[in-house]
C-alpha cells in the first residue's frame, strides 16, 4: 500500500511563503496527484492537481497565481509552493493521489491520504 507523508506545515504572517512536501514510500509515477485543505467550520476542498507526466495543472480559483504544484518522480516527491498567504489559507493541508485524472477537475477524489500538516497563516 501507497504510504504519503507530509512536511512543511507551520505559522507564517500574511504574505509570507511556505512549501510542503509530501514523499511517498514508493514511486509516483503512476499517479495524478493533489492537495486538499480543511479549513476551521469547513469541507474539505481540493486545491491542485497535477498530471502524472506533470505537464498539466489545475488549482482552486482562491489560490491562482499563488500557489504552484510540481512533483519529482525520482524522489517519489511532490510539493505544494504556497506564497503570498492569506489568512484564509489557514487549514490542514493533505496530499492525495487521486483515483481520477486531473481532467475530472475540480471533481477528484483522493486515493491515497496523507497524515496532514497544519498551515496557520496569522499576524
Known amino acids: 500500500q501507497l504510504r504519503l507523508v507530509e512536511s512543511g506545515g507551520g505559522l507564517v504572517q500574511p504574505g509570507g511563503s511556505l512549501r510542503l512536501a509530501c514523499t511517498a514510500s514508493v514511486t509516483l509515477n503512476y499517479y495524478s496527484l493533489a492537495w486538499f485543505r480543511q479549513a476551521p467550520g469547513k469541507e474539505r476542498e481540493a486545491v491542485s492537481c497535477i498530471s502524472r507526466p506533470g505537464k498539466i495543472t489545475n488549482y482552486l480559483d482562491f489560490v491562482k497565481g499563488r500557489f504552484t504544484i510540481s512533483r519529482d518522480n525520482d524522489k517519489n516527491t511532490f510539493y505544494l509552493q504556497m506564497n503570498n498567504l492569506k489568512s484564509e489559507d489557514t487549514a490542514v493541508y493533505y496530499c492525495?493521489?487521486?483515483?481520477?485524472?486531473?481532467?475530472?477537475?475540480?471533481?477528484?477524489?483522493?486515493?491515497?491520504w496523507g497524515q496532514g500538516t497544519q498551515v496557520i497563516v496569522s499576524s
Open positions: 492525495a493521489t487521486l483515483r481520477e485524472p486531473c481532467s475530472s477537475w475540480p471533481h477528484v477524489s483522493g486515493g491515497n
